[in-house]
């Protein structure tokens, strides 16, 4: 009776030890994962009206009429105030000091964005339309990135943090059956008996282990569910813009510009000078590239009409032309069927990270892409010249860490695989595979 009832003891005591842990776990679990999906959403938010925020500053810039810069005030003044509401809602994820400092930092960085864009609209009235793009790089530009930068390091930071509780709730599972399971084995050793009960409590826990570890893989499944989401509906709203941008502004700006050289030969045709209208059509000319340029940038229409080959082709011209950069296109296999959409979007966009990260810090001379079709796949070698860098350094950095972190998303994304080779003053290799089939296009 005394061996059976330490035993039953034993037993009860083990397993409501490990309910109730198995209950704070879940219930620790379900609120970091509520307090990562609202902080991301909350940073989500303040990414977005940054960028709403330099669109306005923009629009008043290049609006002629300078008495609207109070309306763009009071719009830019409101829109600081959702950023300052998203922040006061953000809760940290983990509650860690490293989070911490990067609020603190992104309060700051957002602060300096929004006392820079007041200033930009305060001095708006002054300055002649041709310096609006000035402006806008050594203003607005420089203190937005700074604050979309911090931004993505909190959301990437967030993330590690999601991913590494989850291995801690692995490890508490594994901890917390190991010790049920020794436990079990003591109770054993004392009684028969008490073996049939063990064995059936055991086999409800074992139960719900499973059935949490197969809720902790459906919600890894709808985060991978959700970021696949994420990246297509931002192609689709760049292809969108892009599209707006070329079909509407360019128009207009087209027609604006046939307009003044009709007015202008009429001045000109009266006997009068014809200057002022000359400057104008420059202005209009220089509105009209710009607005091509952010719509190639947003999404390349070659890309849709003409394919992958053309797409990165016209790129590594622009490579060249920008940064004196020797840029040469190799491929293999890419004139037969065209790829499908979202293979070739993924590529090109690795691809135009890649060469920007080349021309911005790598200090190269030559750069080589090669594009390598098989029957079932692609294969993309990015190389070049130039310095170099040090891989575990380089992760901890803005410039280089997320653009290598996002080119692996996209990749592996796909169900494929992302390489760099690459060490100081040694040049830089990036191999990316990517299942790829044919749409017969």
């Excluded at 603190?104 to 864009?117: I, K, M, N, S």
């Excluded at 128009?251 to 045709?269: G, H, N, P, Y």
Aim: charged share 25%; hydrophobic share 40%.
């Amino acid at each position: 009776v005394i061996g059976l009832a330490v035993t039953l003891g034993l037993w009860l005591f083990t397993g409501y030890t490990f309910t109730r842990r198995m209950e704070d776990v879940e219930r620790q679990a379900a609120d970091v994962a509520a307090r990562y999906t609202r902080a991301q959403e909350l940073l989500s938010i303040v990414r977005t009206q940054v960028l709403l925020s330099s669109v306005r500053v923009r629009d008043a810039l290049l609006n002629p009429d300078r008495s609207a810069v109070d309306t763009y005030r009071h719009q830019v003044d409101s829109i600081y105030q959702t950023i300052n509401d998203a922040l006061n809602q953000y809760v940290p994820v983990l509650a860690s000091d490293a989070e911490k400092d990067q609020i603190a930092r992104l309060r700051r960085e957002v602060d300096q964005f929004h006392q820079t864009t007041l200033a930009v609209l305060a001095d708006s009235s002054g300055p002649r339309p041709t310096s609006a793009r000035d402006l806008l790089n050594r203003h607005i530009v420089p203190r937005r990135e700074a604050a979309l930068g911090i931004s993505e390091e909190i959301q990437s930071l967030n993330r590690a943090a999601f991913i590494r509780q989850q291995g801690d709730l692995a490890e508490i599972h594994r901890i917390a059956e190991q010790q049920s399971w020794q436990r079990l084995g003591l109770a054993l050793a004392i009684s028969l008996g008490i073996v049939l009960l063990a064995a059936f409590y055991a086999g409800r826990l074992e139960g719900r282990l499973r059935r949490q570890m197969e809720r902790e893989t459906n919600i890894s499944s709808e985060l991978q569910d959700v970021a696949s989401r994420l990246m297509s509906a931002q192609e689709d709203e760049r292809r969108t813009i892009a599209r707006e941008l070329h079909d509407e502004v360019g128009q207009v700006l087209t027609a604006i510009k046939v307009e003044l050289a009709i007015a202008q030969r009429a001045i000109e045709a009266k006997g009068e000078s014809g200057d002022a209208l000359a400057e104008a059509q420059t202005i209009t000319d220089g509105a009209l590239q710009t607005v091509r340029d952010l719509s190639q940038l947003l999404r390349p229409s070659m890309l849709d009409d003409l394919g992958l080959p053309a797409a990165i082709d016209a790129s590594l011209r622009k490579l060249a032309r920008r940064h004196d950069i020797h840029a040469e296109l190799q491929q293999v296999g890419m004139a037969d069927d065209r790829l499908d959409p979202d293979t070739e979007v993924a590529a090109y966009r690795i691809v135009q990270e890649a060469l920007t990260n080349i021309g911005r810090h790598a200090g190269a001379s030559h750069c080589w892409v090669r594009l390598k079709r098989y029957v079932t796949g692609l294969t993309i070698e990015i190389e070049d010249d130039g310095i170099g860098f040090d891989l575990a350094v380089a992760h901890g950095r803005l410039q280089h860490g997320l653009g290598l972190i996002g080119m692996r998303e996209r990749a592996t994304h796909l169900g494929g695989t992302f390489d760099v080779q690459t060490a100081p003053g040694r040049g830089t290799r990036m191999i990316i595979d990517l299942p790829a089939a044919a749409t017969g296009g």
